[in-house]
């Protein structure tokens, strides 16, 4: 069974920005997808970021593009979102989720485990 738990989210005035971190508790599948999901009150889950942990290639949603980077690190299983110059439209709950294989699908009905999420506010 793989447990994911997120961290770093938070309240921060337009312009911030923030870190997330997704730890893994197990071994990185080296063909999985690692992906980044937010939901707002009253919409829908949209993928923000998605990273193929066997090559490094990333995806984004083109809201975020430029402002947001995914990336990992092996050693110590983890998955970081970095988010900058956020926005009050960047409010949302966020999570991690993976696949066991390589394809980072934008549908969040494809990924096969999940965090619990965290919080993250924009606002002045």
């Known amino acids: 069974q793989v447990h994911m738990v997120e961290s770093g989210g938070g309240s921060v005035q337009p312009g911030g920005s923030l870190r997330l971190s997704c730890a893994v508790s197990?071994?990185?599948?080296?063909?999985?997808?690692m992906a980044w999901f937010r939901q707002a009150p009253g919409k829908e889950r949209e993928r923000v970021a998605g990273l193929r942990i066997s090559d490094d290639s990333t995806v984004y949603a083109d809201s975020v593009k430029g402002r947001f980077t995914t990336s990992q690190d092996n050693a110590k299983n983890t998955v970081y979102l970095q988010m900058n110059s956020l926005k009050p439209e960047d409010t949302a709950m966020y999570y991690c989720?993976?696949?066991?294989?390589?394809?980072?699908?934008?549908?969040?009905?494809?990924?096969?485990?999940w965090g619990q999420g965290t919080q993250v506010t924009v606002s002045s």
């Open positions: 989720a993976a696949r066991t294989d390589g394809v980072c699908y934008t549908s969040d009905s494809q990924y096969n485990y």
């Open positions: 197990a071994f990185f599948y080296p063909w999985s997808c």
